[in-house]
């Protein structure tokens, strides 16, 4: 019986604790007496007492790591202080472990290097508006030199990009010149905009104005054309009613004397007056008979 206990103990203490579980997104590299034996991925695993030992557990997880500022120089000598983050994952576990003593040191200084190489090329205004560019060779750079380690670089940003103080004082001094004329040109072009509708409200109004008078004199010259037609009108039926009602000749003698008190009052210059009076009375039914015949 005490066998038996001693036996219990011993399995709880030597079995039991080489019984692993390997959550999701872990694997646990394994050596065999100091040696690689395998690679432990997501499930339920046995080692061997003493035999077996696990080496390293390695994360699959995408990794973000950001690296402190790196002094970089520009084709144009412009030396300033750039960092950067890289997003990486490791899918190889054995690759990492014995690929690259410090793969995140790697990672750190192989970046630095890379980036120096790049911004060499890139003058000192290609740099500050060529990130993707950047990031974009940076990461094909970066993928390729750390596969042997089994590490995918998934993406690289350049973080920040901080130029020496006197650059960044005369970029400021751009920027608000740059402000300043465009803030000029836009109210140059307000007030354009506003003189040439001013200009149009005044043609409009003008043509307006003169279309108003227009119609105005019209309307006169209608009006007096509709007043004079319709006193010789009047006149006509005065002469028409005097005709019927067989006026005696006094009479059409002092109708011819207002008619030609009338065309007296007229603009003509010339006023011809029969030479024998007595014909007066001839004259002005004559004259009635010539207003009729222009009515």
Known sequence: MEIFIVLLILIIIIVIPNIKVVPQAKSYVIERLGSYYTTWENGLHFKIPFVDRI??????????KDFDPQP???????????????????????LYTYGVDLPVS?????TATTLRNLIGELELDQTLTSRDI????????LDEATDPWGIK????????????RDIQEAMEKQMRAERERREKILQAEGEKKSSILIAEGEKESAILRAEAQKESQIK???????????IKEAEAKGIELLKNAKADQSVLT???????SKVADGQATKLIVPADLSNIATFGTALAEV?????
């Open 220 to 230: 006169i010259a209608e009006g007096e054309a509709e007043a004079m037609l319709k």
């Open 153 to 164: 670089v998934n993406r690289v940003e350049v973080k920040n990009i901080i130029p020496p």
């Open 106 to 110: 790697a990672i750190e200084n192989l």
């Open 291 to 295: 207003m009729k015949d222009k009515k």
């Open 254 to 260: 002092l109708k011819s004397f207002e008619a030609l």
């Open 55 to 64: 080496a390293k557990i390695v994360s699959l997880k995408e990794t973000v």
């Open 134 to 141: 950047i990031n974009g060779k940076m990461r094909s750079i």
């Open 72 to 94: 970089v120089i520009t084709k144009d000598n412009v030396t300033m202080q750039i960092d950067t983050v890289v997003y990486y994952q490791i899918t190889d576990a054995k």
